[in-house]
């Protein structure tokens, strides 16, 4: 019997592919391999050894060495084993040597530094009884990921997915006292013991398999080097080269609508449970011999597994989409019993319904669940109201709870895991307190109370410098005290939700910073089962799904939690990777998802229901347990949640902001009052530029209105004045220049500075707008073929709306069949002749979606009018720019008494405004609940 174990010491740098040789030194701009008497080293530009690649040589096995430069700081390393002759066992290991002590060290999903936080048994430090821990690719998120931090620069390695069985690996991370090595082993082993469940272990493995003479093995490692940087931000470079690389597979599921109205089956067949005072959903199902069942104890949960408000939101949501009434009784039931019984004197929440049932007073109410409880309950309080089942209850109980939370914070920000119903903190260990970041952040935005935006920010503080300085956030949930995934979900959402409400960049790029920390527990491979595994059996990918905690090694659909947050994160930042994230998070959670005839080991699954965990490492159960059978409440109600807001629904129902826009404008019996902002954001860019229509984008207007002008060679421009004079560097009329002629001249802001920006075009303006916002084009009567031209050119015509002052008949005359193919809204004013005929007259022969109305008096003949719109289905377009508009209502009053011009004017009627306060509309609407989406 021949035993062979070889050690390789492998880096990847910035070369040229080239095989090893004993004089070869290669070069790049950032680092250089030299070969210094058989073994290559890894310098940076100033000649320092960042690490080098170890060899081990024998007699009876050949190598070979190819490393090859994707970019400046990453490299490909592939060796190629040859034998000589036969080996019966054969155990190889490829090595890079970081060139430094370490400062920091992770394998993703696996240790953070050791795993030195917490009370759990998972594996602690990189060594056990004097042996280094090794472990299998299949634990860790991008396959046999290893990092660390040295005294300079930052070393990320890993593998290549395998293709198949024979090709299993694993992976060691060695933190020496000079120096850390990086090891990739074949085939797969974990030593000295596996980790196999929760605080176990078992017998360790490692596996052998024989080589013939001649037979090749080829092994690949990725490095990637970049500088230390403080708080660990090293760490963003090797992820997002991780993901930049990885193969990410297309997981096919059902479409979203079909998902939806599955979740809403879930719930109200099989999870809605009566018992007692209790109306709502049931935690999940389990299985015996006679079939599904609701679990016996711990059943009702207001957020986190058991999820009871947002699935009632949900109902609420498919109520108002779909009009089924039974989502609504049930949606309304289920907040009511919770709201009638589960409030305390204090503020606080009874957020497990089990307790009101038997009467116990021993418990503790976790920031997670009442963090959930408090958001859900000011989103119900909107959607009750938009639904007309007003209930002012839902929104004192929000702010009841954070009224509590805010009086008990600690000085240094830090709120409490978990209080008991006398108002003691039960721990304030962890950063699970941040889950009440976000409603804090929330009650600030309704009330405008300073104190709600102050505790935020200093508990905000404490949980990021807590992830900033470990690199790694802790105890998601009261039944764990581990390093895990699920604590700094909040830290994402409260960072966008400061970022939107300070305008900080800072805040910005902490929520890539916590995003990036979301990514090391996000599976970036489809891993390699036997065929008769139920991942095979069943077709599961992993790639998108997250690892639980470093004490649960197997995965789950938690991160559908977070979809929309990092499809807004893309958006903001313009980087596309958060997106391409979402989605695979999406198309992982959404699969095997049961529509009613689902056949897993042998039990069919009711509709939509979805099991909770996948056994993807070497954990307790066997290749035919791989799905557990625990119908958990919460994948569905994740899935639903993200779907019911408007920026999850763009994205994975394919509809963008505009469609979901012109959605909104055609139905005029919801609560969304529509911001147009006049000529553009003008008060920050020059009125009718593209960045004036660029900021009122990223401001979430809903329609800017444009004005159009035609050159002297027939291009058609933006400008409001028939001259350039006012607006620009040049004299005379737009109708003078050629295009060409305009482009000498820059545009002037509104205080008459001269900025280096120019005219620009219509189709210029119209990509910009593409799929984000609609446009009121004015002035465009006289090009209307021209204009036509310009928009199915860029594909935009059902972004754009216009108007007139013309009666209906001469409309009509004028668009002919095009009135049918655009969108085109009347201008009526109160002294218009006839006024009440105009009005019925359109509204009988084309039913414009809007009226735009002109007023000078609050007792003007336009208010009948006005009715007649709304009771007809039409909305009510007014301009609070100047106060011969709406009878006094002007933005600048409104500057200091919204409630008096734009209250008045939503009051009236108004549901779209004309406004030169873009930004200060929008914050108004919103704390008015104005701004809810279907």
């Keep these: 019997m021949r035993n062979i174990v070889i050690s390789l010491l492998c ?56 490393i090859t430069s994707i970019d400046p700081a990453t490299f490909k390393i592939t060796r190629r084993y040859t034998v000589a002759k036969d080996v ?26 050791g795993n030195n936080y917490g009370r759990g048994k998972e594996p602690k430090g990189a060594q056990e009884n004097g042996l280094w821990r090794t472990y ?20 990320a390695t890993w593998g290549d997915t395998p293709t198949g069985e024979r090709d299993d690996y694993s992976c060691s991370i060695e933190p020496r006292e000079k120096q850390t090595v990086h090891r990739l082993i074949w085939p797969e082993e974990e030593l000295p013991q596996t980790y196999s469940n929760r605080d176990r272990y078992s017998q360790g493995f490692r596996k052998y398999l024989k080589l013939k003479k001649g037979e090749s093995v080829t092994l690949t490692m990725y490095l990637t080097v970049s500088a230390v940087k403080p708080h660990h931000q090293a760490v963003q470079h090797f992820m997002h080269k991780a993901w930049e690389y990885a193969d990410k597979p297309v997981v ?43 679990r016996k104890g711990g059943k009702y949960e207001i957020g986190w597994c058991g999820q009871n408000a947002s699935i009632a939101n949900s109902l609420l949501v498919d109520y108002i989409r779909n009009q089924h009434p039974k989502s609504l009784e049930k949606g309304l039931a289920t907040l009511d019993t919770w709201a009638e019984h589960c409030p305390l004197p204090n503020g606080l929440f009874v957020t497990h319904y089990d307790n009101i049932l038997s009467n116990n007073t021993n418990f503790v109410m976790d920031a997670c669940n009442l963090g959930a409880a408090a958001l859900n309950y000011f989103e119900a309080f909107d959607l009750t109201k938009t639904i007309g089942k007003d209930r002012p209850q839902y929104e004192r109980i929000a702010f009841g709870i954070c009224d509590f939370v805010k009086a008990d914070q600690q000085a240094n920000g830090v709120y409490a895991r978990g209080w008991r119903p006398d108002g003691t903190a039960y721990v304030r260990e962890g950063t699970i307190g941040c889950f009440m970041v976000p409603p804090m952040l929330e009650a600030y935005k309704r009330s405008q109370d300073a104190s709600y935006l102050l505790s935020a920010q200093k508990a905000y503080n404490y949980y990021m410098n807590e992830l900033k300085t470990d690199g790694y956030t802790t105890a998601g949930a009261l039944d764990t005290w581990c390093i895990d995934k699920e604590s700094s979900m909040p830290l994402l959402r409260s960072s966008l939700m400061l970022y939107q409400i300070t305008g900080n960049r800072e805040y910005l790029d902490n929520a890539v910073a916590a995003s990036y920390y979301l990514s090391t527990w996000m599976w970036h491979y489809q891993g390699i089962y036997p065929a008769d595994d139920n991942f095979t059996v069943y077709g599961y990918n992993t790639f998108g799904a997250t690892s639980v ?67 993807e490492s070497h954990w307790q159960f066997g290749a035919g347990e791989r799905i557990n059978s625990w119908l958990v409440a919460w994948p569905g109600a994740f899935r639903l949640e993200t779907l019911r807001h408007p920026e999850g629904r763009r994205a994975l ?37 593209l960045k004036a229509m660029e900021r009122s984008i990223k401001m979430g207007v809903d329609m800017v209105e444009i004005d159009i002008r035609m050159t002297k060679d027939s291009v058609l421009v933006l400008m409001h004045d028939g001259s350039i004079d006012r607006t620009t560097t040049g004299k005379g009329r737009v109708s003078d220049y050629t295009l060409a002629e305009l482009r000498q001249f820059y545009l002037k802001d509104g205080l008459g500075v001269v900025l280096t920006q120019q005219i620009p075009t219509l189709k210029e303006v119209m990509l910009l707008c593409k799929d984000k916002i609609l446009v009121n084009a004015d002035k465009a009567s006289d090009y209307m073929d021209k204009v036509q031209e310009v928009l199915k050119e860029t594909g935009t015509e059902k972004q754009v709306v216009y108007k ?6 001469a409309v009509k005359q004028q668009y002919g069949d095009l009135l049918n193919q655009i969108i085109y809204m009347p201008i009526v004013i109160d002294n218009t002749k006839g006024l009440d005929t105009v009005v019925v007259d359109f509204i009988k022969h084309y039913k414009p979606v809007a009226f735009e109305v002109i007023f000078g008096a609050e007792d003007s003949p336009m208010n009948a009018a006005v009715k007649t719109m709304r009771t007809s289905g039409c909305r009510v377009w007014v301009n609070s720019l100047w106060g011969n508009m709406n009878a006094g209502h002007n933005d600048e009053r409104a500057v200091d008494e919204p409630d008096a011009c734009w209250g008045w004017l939503i009051d009236y009627g108004a549901s779209i405004i004309q406004t030169d306060r873009p930004k200060e509309l929008i914050e108004y609407l919103e704390s008015k609940n104005k701004r809810i989406t279907k």
Excluded at 91 to 109: E, K, N, V
Excluded at 268 to 286: H, R, V, Y
Excluded at 804 to 809: L, Q
Aim: with cysteine; glycine share 8%.
């Design 88 to 113: 019966d066992s054969v155990s190889i290991s490829l090595d890079f040597i970081h060139a430094s002590p370490c400062a920091y060290w992770m394998i993703p999903a696996v240790s953070y530094n």
């Design 252 to 294: 096919a599921v059902e479409n979203a609508e079909q998902l939806w109205n599955l979740g809403i089956r879930y719930a109200t067949e099989s999870l809605w449970a009566e018992e007692g005072s209790f109306k709502g959903f049931s935690i999940g199902l389990q299985s015996d011999e006679k079939g599904w069942f609701q």
């Design 11 to 66: 880096i990847v740098s910035c070369l040229p592919a080239y095989a090893q040789s004993a004089d070869k030194t290669a070069r790049s701009d950032v680092f250089y391999w030299k070969n210094s008497k058989g073994t290559l080293l890894l310098h940076a530009a100033d000649h320092t050894v960042v690490g080098q690649l170890a060899n081990s040589k024998t007699g009876s096995i050949r190598f070979s060495d190819a």
């Design 653 to 689: 129902v394919g509809e963008t902001r505009s469609d979901t826009l012109l959605s909104l404008l055609h139905d005029a019996s919801g609560n969304y009052v529509f911001v147009v902002a006049h000529r553009g954001d003008w008060r920050n860019a020059p009125e009718n530029s």
């Design 549 to 615: 905690s470093v004490q649960h090694h197997h995965l789950d659909n938690y991160a559908l939690y977070w979809v929309t947050d990092w499809i807004k994160l893309s958006d903001l930042t313009g980087d596309p990777q958060w997106r391409e994230k979402a989605l695979a998070v999406w198309r992982n959670g959404s699969q095997l998802v049961s529509d009613g005839t689902l056949n897993i080991n042998g039990r069919v699954r009711p509709a939509g229901a979805q099991n909770e965990a996948f056994f």
């Design 804 to 809: 007139g002052y013309r009666p209906y008949a």
């Design 136 to 155: 299998s690719y299949r634990r860790t998120p991008i396959p046999g990921a290893l990092y660390s931090e040295g005294d300079r620069f930052a070393v």
